[in-house]
């Protein structure tokens, strides 16, 4: 167990529905990454935030948003859903210090399915 | 964009056997990470090599990184059923903020 947390476990939205999903950081993690992993590949980079503020996005529209609050756990909101954002969704926590952010530790993951 | 390929992309071994996996990509990097991923769900870190490091073990882990091949490698000795998994290999790249970029995996079944 990584101490990562993610809720819910599995989620069904319609096309155009807006979904949030949640991640609660492993204790003394200040960075939170979010991935997008969709069925047999490879995790996606979708974003980073570190101290509340976005700190890197991947190649992903601005329909897909972020928060990280005080206590380092995080949001992941995806808005106007389409189909194709049927995939698993990963957040890993980190520790930004002066050796860097270089292990990240999952949580298990939540499922969207949009139908 | 995927950095790293992994190969095989599927990989049946027997129990005992070891199994070793290849990961090839395009950039340079500052390190390379292997994780593995259970039935679809979390990923779980395994190790990471640096880009100055040429070999590193853990455990029934060893990985191998040659920079001027752009490749590592991953074996596992003495396989167990429980090794059952996909394994992806993931780059860190300067200045990427030490955003992972993955491969597609392979997908190892070790068999009893």
């Known amino acids: 167990e990584t101490g990562v947390t993610q809720s819910p476990t599995h989620l069904i939205k319609t096309r155009g529905q807006q979904v949030t999903l949640r991640c609660s950081s492993q204790s003394g993690h200040n960075t939170v990454s979010w991935y997008q992993q969709a069925l047999g590949q490879g995790p996606q980079f979708i974003f980073q935030y570190y101290r509340e503020e976005e700190n890197g996005r991947g190649n992903f529209p601005p329909r897909f948003s972020g928060l990280q609050f005080p206590n380092y756990s995080s949001e992941l909101n995806v808005n106007a859903l389409e189909l194709d954002d049927s995939a698993l969704y990963l957040c890993?926590?980190?520790?930004?210090?002066?050796?860097?952010?270089?292990?990240?530790?999952f949580g298990p993951g939540t499922r969207l399915l949009v139908l | 964009s995927q950095q790293g390929e992994e190969d095989p992309q599927a990989l049946s071994i027997q129990e005992g056997e070891n199994a070793t996996m290849n990961c090839s990509y395009k950039t340079s990097i500052n390190n390379l990470q292997w994780y593995r991923q259970n039935s679809g769900r979390g990923l779980v870190h395994l190790i990471l090599?640096?880009?100055?490091?040429r070999e590193k073990h853990s455990g029934r882990l060893r990985v191998t990184l040659d920079t001027s091949k752009k490749s590592s490698s991953l074996l596992i000795t003495a396989s167990r059923a429980a090794d059952t998994a996909s394994y992806f290999c993931?780059?860190?790249?300067?200045?990427?903020?030490?955003?992972?970029?993955f491969g597609k995996g392979t997908l190892l079944t070790v068999n009893p």
């Open positions: 090599i640096r880009s100055n490091e």
């Open positions: 890993a926590s980190s520790l930004a210090s002066s050796g860097g952010r270089e292990t990240q530790y």
């Open positions: 993931a780059t860190v790249t300067p200045g990427s903020n030490y955003k992972l970029t």
